[in-house]
């Protein structure tokens, strides 16, 4: 498991030097997720430790984003006053996103996509 | 205040100071949200992000410890976001492998979301009035949160109010989902999971995994490939536009 970390964390680190280095406009961390990506690609299988580590991270992720979404409290009374615009974009949008990928997805599968 | 107020400040101030309690908070909270979640049959409203962020807020403001003091301590739990999302390649690997012929429908169904997402979200909250440092929150909201802020500071928006919309979309996904896909006609189970990950990142992903295996590896496919093209994209459209 530990082996496995060490690993994660190479390739965030390594994700973090290209970010800075090569392209300051993606994130780091999603720059060692394409570079694990390539690694696992490569290597035609996931070692057992980057398995653990990894399933473990991602069962759990949004404990992760707790600290972060707490920051709400600073945002509350802005919030309130702009509840209307906010509530109509979070509600029509997400209908929006189901529908277009799932209309686009049955129209081009054509006959594979009956199959349940 | 009991016998000997003095000392108990002591210890408070003590505790309070180190990263112990916000740490404490954070697990604590989210434990309660999960098992609260468990406990309702795994009912999408009873989301435990959500019940986990409320308490902490709660639970800070009646301490009267100042957000920045509670991330402080906190941070240790937010470091592991970066860990988080270089591990979303497990996942990924795993779906990408054995995709074949779907992975052109896949890729223009993703992209067509992804877009669909953003200019949605923000036309309607520019529209009715919101403020651009509300309105920047909305770019990355179908993003799965860890990348999603990662966009956030990078496009100099909001990465809080990112995170706080993000889970808000998540939320209303898993709920509406079934009902949006069923009107519709979306019936393949790999499609369904596929537009509910696009729209509804990771809780929309654990909410199709809950219904169906294969609409849960096809959710997290949306997700990730959402995820990975929304990072390249998201800022370059936006610093097209603006």
């Known amino acids: 498991m530990i082996g496995g970390l060490v690993q994660i964390l190479f390739f965030q680190g390594l994700g973090e030097l290209v970010s800075k280095l090569v392209v300051p406009l993606i994130p780091g961390p999603v720059i060692g997720l394409i570079l694990l990506l390539a690694f696992l690609a490569i290597r035609k299988s996931v070692p057992q430790g980057v398995d653990v580590v990894a399933t473990t991270l991602v069962q759990h992720l949004g404990l992760l984003f707790v600290p972060a979404a707490v920051g709400v409290v600073l945002f509350w009374p802005q919030l309130k006053a702009q509840a209307v615009p906010v509530a109509a974009a979070l509600v029509v949008s997400v209908i929006l996103t189901v529908a277009v990928p799932a209309l686009l997805l049955r129209m081009m599968a054509g006959d594979e996509g009956d199959a349940k | ?242």
Not at chain 2, 55 to 81: E, S
Not at chain 2, 117 to 129: D, T
Request: glycine fraction near 12%.
């Open chain 2, 1 to 242: 205040m009991p016998s000997n107020p003095s000392e108990i400040q002591v210890i408070w101030v003590y505790l309070s100071g180190s990263p112990l309690l916000a740490l404490f908070l954070t697990l604590a909270a989210y434990h309660v949200g999960v098992v609260a979640y468990e406990k309702s049959g795994r009912n999408p409203v009873v989301n435990p992000v959500a019940i986990a962020v409320a308490l902490v807020a709660v639970a800070i403001t009646l301490i009267d410890m100042p957000y920045a003091k509670y991330f402080d301590g906190a941070q240790f739990v937010h470091f592991l976001l970066g860990t988080a999302t270089v591990s979303l390649a497990v996942p990924i690997y795993r779906g990408l492998a054995g995709l074949g012929s779907r992975i052109i429908p896949l890729l223009v169904a993703q992209l067509a979301g992804g877009a669909t997402s953003i200019i949605s979200a923000v036309s309607i909250a520019a529209l009715l009035g919101a403020t651009p440092e509300v309105v920047g929150g909305f770019y990355a909201k179908s993003v799965t949160a860890p990348i999603g802020m990662g966009i956030a500071e990078r496009l100099n928006v909001s990465p809080t109010l990112t995170a706080v919309f993000a889970v808000c979309t998540g939320i209303l996904g898993a709920i509406l989902g079934r009902f949006v896909l069923d009107f519709v006609r979306s019936k393949a189970w790999w499609q369904r999971g596929f537009a509910l990950g696009i729209a509804a990142h990771g809780i929309g992903t654990s909410r199709a995994f809950s219904v169906n295996k294969e609409a849960g590896t096809y959710a997290s496919l949306g997700m990730g490939l959402n995820g990975v093209i929304g990072a390249v994209l998201i800022p370059l459209a936006v610093g097209y536009f603006r």
